[in-house]
């Protein structure tokens, strides 16, 4: 692979951001007098805690905007003159205050808003919006979650400091339904839903998609949003269980950071930094700067990892309707492949956890570099017309020990013997994506709509390489290292295969939210995509080349009723379809139609105790009754002739609690039960279940911050526990092969809980985190049998600093 992506990816960043800077400060600097005055403030509570998720309104011009984590605020291109200012959140006494905007002036306040004894008493509530207050932005038409007729799960920034999060797998354990499958021998977190994986199609940054082949970089996030179910109106071609998207934090216009350092087990460290303002003097023009750079060895021996990141952003207001916002990311990992513990005759090896199986020389390191545009107009408080263009580029390179059984690898032997190759691969790739979204809200007699009309235009053109692996490295003995001699040196390996398979997508899409009254609602919509998928397969020994074509048209539409009895409780039901594209030929040579998947789900959503406590319920089943398998006809046995007869089933129930800070306590819990399984199939027992799909998970979580007049005052402390069973590795017993000696594995369920305590003085934050208390053991799979175990206890320290 070529030795400077790295260079080139970073380049391409710091080019992005002077070009940004240098345009800003000439094009844009230049208009602040002209644009109005800037009101901006800061909202606490009578203890001086910064008081987030307060609505700040100026009724007489119809603008308004909500505190952040900080309790600030701020208006841009506000007219000069007289206003009155609402400030406003449950649970507290609402206040007004008059203000003088003048041209090129910023206007300051300071507020204290008071616990309202009438509406709470004796209750300590901050401004925090329960889950079905908040909204998605990959769901595009600004519905409110109590009107959106399918479960979702969105994740702040509180959250994700609170608890330290470094890994996406951190933060999902505070997502039921939504799990880790495997670790990819330690390159990557592999992430599913309901029974379904998320692959490239379903993982998006900032609404554009993003190759999940890397780890995403956690330090940058502000939100991390779940759509569980289908999806496949809104973004296309994506798997049945659900889609996440990570939102990155944007510039503000007032001048601020944070610097901070984490240290932990195993040497490991990792500085950040978080600027933001204005640009210069500018009133128009806000950048905001993220960075880490990380470093660590592992519980398991020889292996370690280092990466940099970097997230720099501009937003830009053309005028006060129109904004532009840039953002970019580079990101940069290198980090040692492992294929855990292994697995013999189908059962986990009882060796040490830290007992590293592969070659010290392996790696895997790949770079993702990405920028995206986000251009906003708003025509009026009902309509908005939002461009979303964006490109990011991925190379990865893995070099290392095959996994056993798999990649021309050897099995394991009883005896623990076990015959090491070597296998390299690379990929490259380019995404381009545009997409334009209408949104708007109005009446039609006494219907109330609410419209999303859209289209989006994506090309993706990824080169993965090949090379011929090396079946026989060398020896070892997987429970005496010290058995056999193990080679150091880095082989050669010759090159095998091209593979070049660029996707032209194009996609119209329509959707209402129709309020046929105040208590009943329903939503439709529908998606055409037209999709070309090329595979173009060079072998580097025949010279040969390989070329498929694969043209889709399909129609994947949206059905779904709300009915709210009253305004915190909402009943559900909807239909959805989605599609997956499939590779072969019918028995006639025609090339396969998709597969198409449909999804049902219904429960309920509330909000209890006056919004202080949410409980949702969700049900749902998945069915994909046109599953491509083998065709038998004729005794055929090519596996690339199938037919669409197979059928795999998901059902599945979902259970989330979670409360807003109640005296200082905040709760979360949810549970999930799904059951995946083949239902149909000509290849396996009807009834298998599918690898890596969990039964069972649960999670529970309890925070509590200390708001007294004495030295307990700004301390905090949390527990997080998650439980997980009914997880299978291994390779499904077949039904056409005598004495199949393929076999699940079983992983063992196992229970991990985390403790954190922290302590906030004015600007300065202190967390520590203890991650796996009570040093329980538990494993993950990826590929039949590659096994690897979850961490031991680790500790960490984090010290921030607000600038």
């Excluded at 059962?347 to 830290?354: A, E, G, H, L």
């Excluded at 899409?509 to 397969?537: M, P």
Aim: net charge neutral; with cysteine.
């Amino acid at each position: 692979m070529r030795e400077n992506l790295h260079c080139q990816g970073f380049l391409r960043v710091i080019l992005m951001s002077l070009i940004l800077i240098s345009a800003g400060q000439t094009v844009f600097g230049r208009d602040a007098d002209e644009a109005g005055g800037t009101v901006k403030g800061r909202v606490a509570t009578t203890d001086n805690m910064p008081a987030a998720g307060v609505t700040i309104t100026i009724h007489s011009i119809n603008r308004n905007t909500i505190t952040n984590e900080e309790g600030d605020f701020v208006f841009h291109h506000i007219r000069a003159g007289n206003y009155e200012v609402e400030i406003s959140v449950i649970g507290y006494e609402t206040v007004r205050q008059s203000l003088v905007v003048e041209n090129g002036l910023t206007t300051n306040l300071s507020v204290q808003i008071r616990i309202s004894a009438k509406e709470l008493q004796a209750v300590v509530v901050n401004s925090s919006r329960t889950p079905n207050e908040k909204k998605l932005a990959l769901g595009k038409a600004d519905i409110a979650a109590m009107d959106l007729p399918q479960a979702v799960t969105v994740l702040d920034k509180e959250l994700i400091d609170r608890q330290q999060v470094l890994t996406l797998g951190d933060a999902l354990m505070n997502v039921n339904g939504v799990y880790v499958m495997g670790y990819t021998g330690g390159t990557q977190q592999e992430i599913g839903a309901r029974g379904y994986p998320f692959n490239n199609t379903n993982t998006f940054k900032n609404g554009v998609l993003y190759n999940n082949g890397v780890m995403p970089e956690m330090s940058a996030a502000e939100r991390v949003e779940f759509l569980k179910g289908s999806a496949a109106i809104l973004l296309g071609n994506v798997t049945a269980g659900g889609v996440l998207n990570i939102v990155t934090k944007k510039p503000l216009f007032e001048k601020g950071g944070e610097i901070g350092m984490r240290m932990g087990s195993y040497d490991f460290y990792k500085p950040t930094l978080d600027f933001y303002g204005p640009l210069g003097d500018s009133k128009s023009v806000a950048y905001r700067v993220n960075a880490t750079y990380e470093k660590e060895r592992s519980f398991r021996n020889d292996v370690k990892a280092e990466r940099f990141y970097i997230n720099p952003s501009f937003l830009i207001a053309i005028d006060k309707k129109t904004t532009v916002l840039l953002e970019g990311d580079y990101l940069a990992d290198r980090r040692t492949p492992d294929i855990g513990v292994g697995a013999i005759n189908f059962k986990i090896n009882d060796i040490p956890r830290n007992r590293f199986l592969g070659a010290a020389w392996s790696y895997n390191q790949a770079q993702e570099s990405s920028v995206t545009v986000t251009t906003t107009h708003q025509f009026n408080a009902d309509w908005q017309l939002r461009n979303i263009t964006g490109f990011y580029n991925y190379t990865a390179d893995m070099f290392g020990t095959t996994r056993p059984g798999d990649q021309g690898g050897v099995d394991m032997q009883s005896n623990g013997n076990w015959v090491r190759g070597v296998v390299r691969n690379g990929s490259n790739e380019d995404f381009y994506q545009t997409q334009l979204d209408l949104t708007g809200k109005f009446k039609t007699g006494s219907l109330k709509h609410q419209l999303l009309f859209g289209a989006v235009v994506y090309k993706d053109m990824p080169h993965t390489l090949t090379y011929n692996p090396l079946v026989v490295y060398d020896s070892i003995n997987v429970f005496d290292l010290g058995k056999y001699p193990q080679r150091a040196d880095i082989p050669g390996l010759s090159l095998n295969t091209l593979t070049r398979a660029p996707v032209n997508v194009l996609g119209i899409y329509a959707q209402d939210l129709l309020s046929i009254t105040d208590k009943l609602k329903l939503l439709a919509g529908v998606r055409f995509n037209s999709q070309q998928t090329v595979s173009n397969i060079y072998n580097y020994s025949t010279q040969a080349e390989a070329v498929t074509k694969i043209h889709a048209h399909p129609f994947t539409p949206r059905f779904g009723i709300v009915y709210q009895p009253m305004t915190t409780f909402s009943l559900f039901a909807s239909y959805s379809n989605s599609f997956n594209l499939n590779t072969g030929v019918d028995t006639s040579g025609k090339a396969l139609p998709p597969s198409f998947i449909n999804q049902y789900e219904a429960g309920f959503k509330s909000d209890w105790f006056d919004h202080l406590l949410s409980f949702n319920v969700t049900a749902y089943q998945i069915v994909n009754s046109n599953l491509a398998q083998t065709s038998l006809a004729n005794g055929n046995t090519n596996s690339n002739i199938k037919e669409l007869e197979g059928e795999v089933t998901s059902k599945g129930v979902e259970v989330d609690i979670a409360s807003r800070p109640i005296n200082g306590f905040t709760v979360m819990a949810g549970y999930s039960y799904n059951n995946t399984r083949y239902t149909k199939s000509n290849t396996y027992k009807d009834g298998s279940p599918l690898q890596y799909a969990p039964v069972n998970t649960a999670n529970a979580s309890v925070y509590y911050a200390f708001h007294t007049d004495n030295v307990l005052n700004g301390f905090s402390l949390g527990l997080i526990g998650f439980y997980v069973d009914g997880m299978q590795a291994g390779k499904e017993t077949r039904l056409r092969v005598q004495n199949d000696n393929r076999r699940l594995i079983p992983l063992p369920d196992f229970t991990q809980v985390d403790a954190s305590l922290g302590y906030h003085f004015k600007k300065a934050d202190l967390r520590v985190k203890l991650s796996n208390l009570f040093d329980v053991p538990g494993y993950y799979a990826h590929e039949d049998e590659s096994i690897n175990p979850i961490a031991p206890r680790e500790f960490s320290a984090t010290l921030s600093c607000k600038l």
